[in-house]
């Protein structure tokens, strides 16, 4: 293993020229830093994620506990009676940015979204498991626009602020088959959770501050905020994210990072009075909380295309927290790609 890293090194060694690797937040941070003026930068961002197993105030909890919870939207059946196994959500994420001065970076990002989920159904009345099915949706899920302003730079720190719209443009309308508790198919619109969107605009704000402690010893935090400033029927609750990170850098094309997420979201604020499936996804309250992540990544920089380098980068994160709210499905280990390419 000592070998190939070592080879993975020289060969960088041999083909970087330029900038360094611990310049940039682990791939996971989104507008980490600014450009000076002129400059350029086109970025992909892959990440897959899943779900398995379910919650309740923190804890594991069993399907036969499951269907002992009241079903609120009706009285058949009683109580809730289909139960998620795994979710599985892959996002595809293309930005741009471009300085047009040495204060203000603009920053344009669309998100692509694809989620599947597996679930269970079991008979209304005598509770027998009756099979399971898959339902799925994939959309172009939001558009954002953001503004980031330079508010102190020196060798050793840096400060930004970002001020943005976010727009979700993915529908919130899909249909999918479900094997109901009567044993029988039926077309039905998919839960909250399922849908690409919410039709919603929110503002998004932020502070970002990386603290060089040496050449090879980097320090970040941010935090970010999204709020919603108009909806239809319902939407996602407003989210504060505390990112801090710490990165290690082994030379000038190969850093490491770890980090800590920490994540409060609202309930679901609104509803659509045409989602009923007897399923935990149906219900607003079992959405939002408050979350803690850990995530180990590395940047690698490299020349792919002409011009300047490019930049890669990979992270793994993974929950260590929970204190969700109601009952939720449980995240498992998320998965980050990501390349850079400035100009």
Known sequence: MHRYLSLIFLIFSFSIFGSQAIGHAPIGVMADHAHEKGESMLSIRASYMKMRGNISEGNNISDSEILTFENPHSNSPANLSVVPIEMSMKMLMIGGMYAPSDEITLMLMTMFMDKSMNLNTFHGMSRNHLGSFNTSSEDLSDISFSTLINITENKKSRWHAEIGLRKSLGSNSKKAKMLTPMNTTMTMLLPYGMQSGDKSTS????????YSL???HLFG????????????????????????????????????????RFTHQEQISGSNILITAPVQTSITSNYGGFTGDL?????????IFSGSEDRLAVEIVKPIHYEKNGLQMKDEVQ?????QKSF
Request: proline share 0%.
């Open 203 to 210: 503002l998004v704000f932020a502070f970002t501050n990386a």
């Open 214 to 216: 040496s050449d090879i």
């Open 221 to 260: 935090n941010q935090l970010r905020f999204i709020q919603n400033i108009s909806s239809k029927d319902w939407h996602f609750g407003n989210k504060i994210y505390w990112d801090s990170w710490y990165q290690y850098s082994f030379n000038r094309v190969f850093s490491f990072s770890s980090r800590l």
């Open 295 to 303: 995530g180990i990544g590395f940047n690698f920089l490299t020349s």
């Open 335 to 339: 998965l980050i790609f990501g390349f």
